[in-house]
């Protein structure tokens, strides 16, 4: 059974620093493209951030330079470290999973493609 479970969110006021965590089963672990999208109240649900298979990472324009996406293989768990935040960064965070190759739908974060998905956790700036 794949599980994803966020936690890690909170309120935090702007400039300040969260770090998510996606605890996911060890069937996800390496084998799947990670990644962390987020969706604010009366907007689309966005890609944030992913990993690859083979570690590389993506960012949507937004973040860049103030998230980090992460992963350790051995305790199964994705992080999202988030720095500088602003009210705008205000959503409900999630993990996803999807199967490889992670391809121009990964670059694109064709959220069509993440076959498993957490419940989310919620993040507001102040």
């Known amino acids: 059974h794949v599980q994803l479970v966020e936690s890690g969110g909170g309120v935090v006021q702007a400039g300040g620093s969260l770090r998510l965590s996606c605890t996911h089963s060890?069937?996800?672990?390496?084998?799947?493209?990670m990644g962390w999208f987020r969706q604010a109240p009366g907007k689309a649900r966005e890609g944030v951030a992913g990993?690859?298979?083979?570690?590389?990472?993506r960012y949507a324009d937004s973040v860049k330079g103030r998230f980090t996406i992460s992963q350790d293989n051995a305790k199964n768990i994705l992080y999202l470290q988030m720095n500088s935040l602003k009210p705008e960064d205000g959503a409900m965070y999630y993990c996803?999973?999807?199967?490889?190759?992670?391809?121009?739908?990964?670059?694109?974060?064709?959220?069509?493609?993440?076959?498993?998905w957490g419940q989310g956790t919620q993040v507001t700036v102040s």
């Open positions: 060890g069937y996800i672990s390496s084998r799947h493209c």
């Open positions: 990993i690859s298979t083979d570690g590389n990472t």
């Open positions: 996803a999973a999807g199967s490889p190759p992670c391809g121009s739908w990964f670059r694109d974060f064709a959220q069509r493609r993440y076959k498993y």
